[in-house]
């Protein structure tokens, strides 16, 4: 999958593109990650950002970014952890970026992220812990439905 690296220099393929036609009719070269170069002439545009003054090819990210709390994590897999209160954990590697595209922070997961469906929308959250993701998700419900809520269990109180 490729998602756009946040650090191009070009916002736009119009300006990308001129400077990229440019560049490879100059015989430049695009640099990876190892070091090596290889021509821009046969380079693929699709894959490769100006960024820090060199082209340079963009590594394989295959994974899908989930954004919880505008924090974005890669969700590797489902916790058998279950709740009465419906909650979904999954173990999740939160996401870094560099002039070479994104990476995995940790292989192994670094974060605890708690999803729940409703009706009306899905709603995350995410802890260094099932406990952290649980509380932080909790808070997030109570914010959402707290008219409901008082509502419901307040009968007495708003008379």
């Not at 070091?35 to 003054?53: K, M, Q």
């Not at 590697?93 to 992220?113: I, M």
Request: net charge neutral; with cysteine; aromatic share 16%.
């Amino acid at each position: 999958m490729i998602y756009a690296n946040p650090l191009a220099v070009y916002p736009n393929d119009r300006f990308k593109m001129t400077k990229f036609v440019d560049d490879a009719l100059k015989n430049d070269v695009a640099y990876r990650s190892d070091d090596t170069t290889v021509p821009l002439i046969r380079s693929n545009y699709d894959n490769i950002e100006f960024i820090g003054g060199r082209w340079r090819v963009q590594n394989d990210f295959p994974h899908i970014i989930q954004v919880v709390r505008k924090k974005q994590f890669v969700l590797l897999d489902k916790l058998p952890h279950q709740e009465k209160n419906l909650f979904e954990f999954y173990n999740a590697s939160s996401v870094g970026c560099n002039c070479y595209g994104y990476f995995l922070a940790s292989s192994k997961g670094d974060y605890v992220v708690a999803r729940y469906d409703t009706d009306n929308q899905t709603y995350w959250s995410y802890g260094e812990t099932i406990e952290q993701a649980r509380a932080f998700m909790g808070i997030k419900l109570y914010d959402e439905y707290m008219d409901l809520i008082h509502a419901h269990v307040c009968k007495q109180k708003t008379k």
